[in-house]
């Protein structure tokens, strides 16, 4: 009988959270509509937020006196406020039409690089090729490695390491190289 392998996160001491306690949590949080929301559990902590608004007023607390839920620990310190990232300034050679904009498909703290000591996997000018990895993005201490999505010319990079990332964040700005 072949012998399966453990999924990815369920060795011990890995993540005391699992993809379904997870997905109970949001199903909850969207039920309940609550627009922000932070647990942390065996020092990992998750933070949920929805909406584009951080002006949203928050939602109304279907507890007594507006007091907790039973099962909300409070958060042990607040977050510091996001880093903001610059947006690339467009010239007659890089419009944003020409470009294919990398975006982080996960929250994380991105790395440029596979090591402190080791070189960058890619800089401006470079060229890269489709699959070739461009960073690394750590999340819930899983490194994820971001590939290129297209052939061509890395234009700009639009974060430094060790900063956070949310979703959808622009990552990399990459020419496409059209071979015919």
């Not at 627009?35 to 607390?61: C, D, H, M, Q, W």
Request: hydrophobic share 35%; charged share 25%; aromatic share 6%.
């Amino acid at each position: 009988m072949p012998s399966r392998k453990a999924p990815r996160g369920s060795d011990k001491g890995e993540s005391p959270w699992n993809l379904k306690e997870i997905c109970e949590l949001i199903d909850v949080l969207v039920e309940r509509e609550i627009n922000e929301f932070e647990l942390e559990k065996g020092g990992v902590r998750i933070r949920v937020r929805r909406g584009n608004s951080p002006t949203e007023p928050p939602a109304a607390a279907p507890y007594a006196n507006n007091s907790a839920p039973p099962w909300a620990a409070p958060a042990p310190s607040p977050l510091p406020p996001p880093i903001p990232v610059e947006k690339a300034p467009e010239t007659a050679a890089e419009s944003l039409e020409d470009l294919h904009i990398i975006k982080s498909p996960i929250v994380g703290t991105y790395y440029g690089s596979p090591a402190p000591s080791a070189p960058p996997f890619v800089k401006p000018g470079d060229v890269v090729q489709v699959g070739q990895p461009l960073c690394i993005i750590e999340a819930m201490k899983l490194m994820n490695e971001i590939e290129s999505e297209v052939a061509g010319e890395v234009v700009r990079i639009y974060i430094e390491n060790g900063q956070p990332v949310e979703y959808g964040q622009s990552l990399f700005a990459i020419k496409p190289s059209h071979k015919k």
